[in-house]
């Protein structure tokens, strides 16, 4: 009886019953030929075979009809398209939403931990199908290849590499499920210990509310870890957060290294499930490459480097010449990072080669000469009054007699002094100085002569500013009554961000945190370009920072971190731990669903009939009757 129900099941049926009534066709077929006169040639003897060969017609009248190929051939092609007439089809046992899957594999952080996602290839293979579709999960979902067959998939899928962002399962399993026909097969393959975006929970319940199954594999591995989970700039410090996820306390050893050279060795204790600071000193004064390195056997390796990037243009050299070595402008831009301050004395002057030269004391003339010189072939210059400070070709100003307690205004807003409510600062001496031809003032007394207290102009190739803030001098520069304390612009909380915005208004802004990045981010270049990776050379117009390392990028590097405590956290704490509809790899086998669907067989029918067409008029030319 099995056998039966399966015979009929795989048997020829017709969706259109009614289109069988065109196998009559055959009839008036039968008929033509049997009415159709035909010329025989025969030759007679005797008058004796007449009756003989009458006999013979009559028992030949059907032979004749299987020695013509032409009826044969005709035959045939109205039983096939009187068949293709009436839709025929049979049951045919195939793969639910056509054979497709959709495989999504965990590309995350963590992922690298004790083999993982090696171990998630590993099952990723076990479910291939008629047509693969291959996800890999991170921070942004990444297509590896779609409807690929079971070979290709299986070749991409080797090649694959867990990268070092976070994961949102949520987004790759939308992807896929718009990918899908009802009754697909999506399988997520991940350690399901954090994410981004919604659970991956609700994810499976809306692609499995539109048919399609949804199955979540958990791969797992050693938990055992200490990273480093955070870093960021300090002044001109950097400060690294280095997290014990083991239980007991361990001691860390930590070796920081500038451009290849041994910086700094040291070594912590961190108690178990906590966390301890590190600090580079003065890290902003080394350009080049900084890699911080904790020496810990650990399931996760790719938490245990931090890199930071310092390019050479964000540091700022300042060479101050001065008499006055407790001046505040020195303090002050001791503070700004990035900037480093050496200090020189009038009567002794070393190179002045690629720094900012800031001078608040008279000089020599063989110094002076010197300045002249640098400037103009380019360098910057920041002459700040003093006492005794008379006129100079370098001089933006001419100054004149000494003038007592004025108010200050803005002459033209820059940078130098936006957001610094400069007005407020009271002056009790200054020059009354004169803007000479092509100088541009920027700050000026509220006296009516306007004289200029803070002004520039270029001096062949380079730039020299005048500041008529001059420094205080004295013991006590805080004593309003001290002759020597010409203004109180240092006492005001701005001072430091006056030297800053001038600072960066000669060189320009750079922000380090352009050179340094979290993993995760993309950027976007307005043409393809050449980018090379911490480990291979990629072309391409958007770039997904995947891996911890450094990136050249055309302008500029940047230093890449994972710093992300919950991936290199490696205890599920997550949906492995939560949800029971996730399997482990030893809990599930893949057995493909399948589902009885109409093939329909008009089309191979009426293949079938044109190929008998043909036939007939190949035959026809043959016989010589076309």
Do not use: C
């Not at 013991?475 to 915005?501: A, C, G, R, S």
């Not at 589902?595 to 190949?618: G, S, T």
């Amino acid at each position: 009886m099995v056998f039966l129900d399966s015979f009929y099941a795989n048997s020829m049926q017709f969706a259109n019953g009614a289109g069988l009534y065109a196998l009559l066709s055959i009839i008036p077929l039968i008929i033509i030929y049997l009415l159709r006169p035909r010329a025989k040639k025969i030759k007679i003897p005797s008058v004796m075979f007449l009756l003989d060969i009458e006999k013979k017609k009559r028992l030949n009248i059907f032979r004749k009809f299987l020695k013509d190929p032409l009826f044969l051939i005709q035959l045939l092609a109205l039983i096939i398209i009187s068949l293709s007439i009436a839709a025929p089809f049979i049951m045919a046992t195939e793969e639910a939403g056509g054979g497709s899957t959709v495989i999504i594999l965990d590309g995350s952080g963590s992922m690298q931990a004790d083999g993982r996602f090696t171990k998630a290839v590993t099952e990723a293979n076990k479910f291939l199908s008629a047509k693969n579709t291959i996800i890999l999960a991170q921070s942004i979902p990444l297509m590896v290849m779609k409807e690929a067959p079971a070979s290709s998939a299986a070749d991409a899928l080797s090649k694959l590499k867990a990268k070092a962002t976070s994961v949102d399962l949520s987004s790759a399993i939308l992807l896929g499920r718009r990918m899908l026909p009802e009754g697909g097969r999506i399988v997520v393959i991940s350690d399901f210990i954090s994410w981004d975006g919604d659970s991956p929970a609700i994810a499976k319940k809306v692609a499995e509310a539109s048919g399609i199954k949804v199955d979540f594999i958990t791969v797992s591995g050693r938990t055992d870890n200490i990273g480093i989970v955070d870093g960021w700039f300090e002044s001109r410090d950097y400060k690294v957060v280095i997290k014990n996820f083991n239980n007991d306390a361990r001691d860390v050893n930590i070796d920081v290294t500038i451009n290849d050279k041994n910086a700094v060795k040291d070594t912590i204790n961190i108690k178990g499930m906590s966390s301890e600071y590190f600090s580079v000193s003065d890290i902003s004064l080394n350009p080049g490459i900084t890699k911080i390195s904790i020496d810990s056997n650990d399931a996760l390796p790719v938490d245990n480097n931090a890199f930071v990037y310092i390019p050479p243009s964000m540091q700022r050299d300042v060479f101050y010449i001065t008499d006055n070595p407790k001046s505040p402008s020195i303090i002050a831009l001791g503070l700004i990072p990035n900037t480093k301050v050496t200090k020189a004395d009038p009567t002794s002057i070393p190179s002045m080669s690629g720094n900012i030269v800031v001078v608040s004391a008279p000089l020599p003339q063989d110094a002076l000469s010197k300045l002249e010189d640098y400037v103009s072939s380019g360098g910057t210059a920041v002459i700040i009054a003093y006492p005794g400070l008379t006129n100079m070709s370098l001089l933006p100003v001419e100054p004149g007699t000494l003038g007592n307690k004025t108010s200050l205004n803005i002459a033209r807003r820059t940078t130098i002094t936006d957001g610094i409510d400069i007005e407020k600062t009271n002056v009790n001496k200054y020059f009354k100085a004169h803007l000479k031809d092509n100088a541009v003032g920027l700050v000026e007394s509220g006296d009516k002569e306007k004289s200029a207290i803070l002004a520039y102009w270029k001096f062949g190739k380079g730039t020299v500013i005048y500041s008529g803030l001059a420094d205080p001098r004295g013991n006590n520069i805080y004593d309003p009554l001290n002759e020597q304390v010409w203004n109180d612009l240092h006492t005001l909380p701005d001072y430091p961000l006056f030297w800053k915005q001038m600072l960066e208004w000669i060189k320009g802004s750079l922000d380090v945190t352009e050179y340094n990045a979290k993993t995760g981010m993309l950027i976007k270049f307005p043409a393809s370009v050449k980018v090379n990776t911490p480990t291979d050379k990629v072309t391409t117009d958007t770039l997904l920072l995947d891996e911890v390392g450094i990136y050249d990028v055309p302008g500029k590097s940047v230093a890449v971190n994972l710093y992300n405590e919950r991936e290199s956290n490696l205890v599920s704490s997550g949906l492995a731990a939560e949800e029971s509809n996730v399997s482990t790899s030893q809990q599930i086998a893949y057995s493909p669903e399948t589902i009885r669907k109409q093939k329909n067989l008009d089309i191979y029918f009426i293949m079938a009939a044109m190929f008998l067409v043909f036939l007939e008029l190949y035959y026809l030319r043959w016989r010589g009757e076309l």
